[in-house]
């Protein structure tokens, strides 16, 4: 009875089991054809929304600022050049690179005895061509005095003459008489005429003796010349540089000893596209006196000064394209001839431009702007001038709209956007620089480093003290000067 008992609910179980299975797969066949019969839906698309910054596009007047790289140079430079050979005899003891001199400071004396004794040769002379002179006019005024003698003795031989003649012809006087008178009267006429020439003599010889007395002062102007070529001075205080002597020397007459620099007559030299030089032109077509800033830095101390556009150079140069514009410089401590330097100008300002970030101007030559329902539209605009990051760009109906600021691949006309407003006028606060408090030695170390730059100008020396001086100091400057200490 057990087993059948048993065997009964095996059967039962079994029996259950494969109608569950039946079940199972009757429902898993119902849904796959209930899902392959079934009709495709697509979800509704939703559209993407991009963030993006915009300004308010704000018209103004701006003058813009041309940036170029030029160079500084002295506006007065002499060559101290030797006008004769010899030895040098004499060198100041500021007659070395980058020695400052004095106006009239004697620099360089070459031996002067050849040229003393020039001068006194020439003296001498003088003193022969002078006398010569003083001996040739007493010697005219003697053959004025003979000629006035023989002038009254030949009209008193013509009188006897006269005379003879008068008896003569009363019969009183002879032939004998009056041919003797005749003679002696010619015989008088012709030491008036030998008289003539003797003052005629003693002219030229007056002339010649002003002539000698004009050449020995020209040889005596020219000795004393050379007598002061032998001194060479400072024309203008300045600074020497490219000096190449050494006393006891010989040199050659005008050879180059060494530069004249006046440090304080600077001007930049720099080079601008002949489109950018078009806009420094007024109307007349002359240079405008546009204001310059010039800067230099220097072992992370920025120098700076100011000044002024002063001329252009004549051609363009050789293999150059452009201008080569001249600014005179106002005072600019610091500054040495030579010096690499940024250049910036200031242009006459342009109105009705907008300023905005060199991003917001696409290749195209347009910007997005936001339009109805936030979605953007292309303005097509004209590019005025490049100011580094920035540009400044005008176009028709352009003045109030809201421009996107930063331009990616991603945006276009037509895209809807999410505007995140910005102040037009609103200027990116400059980052505090990050300070950091230095141990003593490596603080000593810097200034060390600092106070043996022997290349470094006095100013820029001083301020990074001040500055290394600090408790807190600018992290940047102690890695650009690290940077240089190769540490």
Do not use: C
């Not at 963030?51 to 600022?65: K, L, M, S």
């Not at 006046?262 to 930049?268: I, S």
């Not at 930063?406 to 300070?435: K, M, S, Y």
């Amino acid at each position: 009875m057990r087993f059948l008992r048993h065997s009964l609910i095996g059967l039962l179980l079994m029996a259950l089991t494969l109608a569950l299975l039946a079940y199972a797969g009757w429902i898993v066949r119902g849904a796959i054809d209930a899902r392959m019969n079934a009709e495709p839906r697509t979800p509704p698309a939703r559209e993407r929304v991009f963030a993006v910054r915009v300004v308010t596009a704000d018209e103004q007047t701006i003058a813009p600022e041309l940036i170029a790289f030029g160079r500084i140079e002295s506006r007065r430079t002499l060559e101290l050049r030797t006008a004769l050979g010899g030895r040098v005899t004499h060198l100041s003891d500021h007659f070395e690179e980058g020695g400052r001199v004095e106006e009239g400071a004697l620099l360089v004396q070459i031996d002067p005895a050849d040229a003393q004794a020039a001068l006194d040769r020439a003296e001498a002379d003088m003193m022969d061509a002078e006398a010569e002179e003083r001996d040739a006019g007493r010697a005219m005024v003697l053959a004025g005095d003979e000629l006035d003698a023989a002038q009254d003795q030949a009209q008193l031989r013509l009188k006897a003459y006269q005379r003879q003649l008068d008896l003569e012809e009363r019969g009183v006087g002879t032939a004998a008489t009056v041919e003797t008178a005749a003679l002696a009267a010619a015989q008088a006429r012709q030491a008036v005429i030998s008289r003539r020439q003797a003052v005629s003599q003693a002219e030229a010889r007056v002339d010649q003796a002003k002539t000698r007395v004009a050449r020995a002062e020209i040889a005596l102007e020219t000795a004393r010349r050379d007598l002061a070529d032998t001194s060479i001075t400072a024309a203008f205080g300045g600074t020497l540089q490219s000096v190449s002597l050494v006393e006891g020397r010989l040199v050659s007459a005008n050879e180059k000893l060494a530069e004249l620099v006046d440090p304080d007559r600077l001007e930049a030299a720099f080079r601008v596209s002949t489109s950018q030089y078009a806009r420094l032109l007024d109307e007349a077509g002359r240079l405008i006196p546009a204001p310059v800033r010039v800067m230099l830095d220097a072992s992370g101390a920025a120098l700076s000064a100011t000044g002024t556009l002063s001329r252009v150079s004549g051609a363009a140069g050789d293999g150059q394209t452009g201008r080569l514009v001249y600014a005179r410089l106002d005072a600019a401590p610091g500054f040495k001839p030579g010096d690499f330097v940024t250049v910036s100008v200031t242009e006459p300002p342009v109105e009705r431009v907008v300023r905005i970030a060199a991003s917001a101007l696409g290749s195209d030559g347009t910007v997005l702007v936001l339009g109805e329902e936030d979605r953007l539209e292309a303005l097509p605009v004209e590019l005025v001038r490049r100011q580094g990051d920035d540009v400044l760009i005008r176009g028709a109906g352009l003045a109030g709209r809201e421009v996107v600021t930063a331009r990616t691949p991603l945006l276009g006309a037509g895209i809807r956007v999410r505007p995140l407003r910005l102040d037009a006028n609103a200027q990116i606060a400059p980052a505090e620089p990050d300070l950091i408090e230095l141990t003593e030695d490596r603080r000593a170390k810097l200034v060390a480093f600092v106070e043996g730059n022997s290349r470094m100008p006095e100013e820029a020396r001083k301020r990074l003290l001040a500055q290394l001086s600090e408790r807190a100091v600018p992290a940047q400057l102690v890695t650009r000067i690290e940077t240089r200490m190769g540490g």
